[in-house]
């Protein structure tokens, strides 16, 4: 696997492209990461040209060692699901 792309090279990038200062650019990085986060939490996020993030609620099931065969709970929990744009995966593919 290649190098992973992170936060701050995002802060990077737009720091350069826009002109921002890089604390700047975290900081507007990590308020619209949270926006995002308590807007999912109501309902579905929907971004036009980019995608949808919606809450799935999984219920408690039996699990299973493959190696092991031993069963074990998983307990119920909230999952995010995304769902790319048409476009998205246009550019994407595109590229």
Do not use: H
Not at 70 to 75: A, F, G, L, R, T
């Amino acid at each position: 696997m290649g190098s992973s792309f992170q936060k701050k090279d995002i802060a990077k990038d737009l720091s350069n492209n826009i002109g921002f200062c890089k604390a700047y650019s975290i900081k507007l990085i990590n308020d619209l990461l949270e926006s995002i986060i308590i807007n999912i939490c109501n309902e579905p996020l929907y971004l036009k040209n980019f995608g949808v993030f919606k809450i799935l609620i999984k219920k408690e099931r039996i699990g299973r060692n493959p190696i092991t065969k031993k069963e074990y709970n998983i307990s119920a929990r909230k999952t995010i699901k995304f769902k790319a744009s048409r476009k998205l995966l246009s550019d994407i593919n595109d590229s």
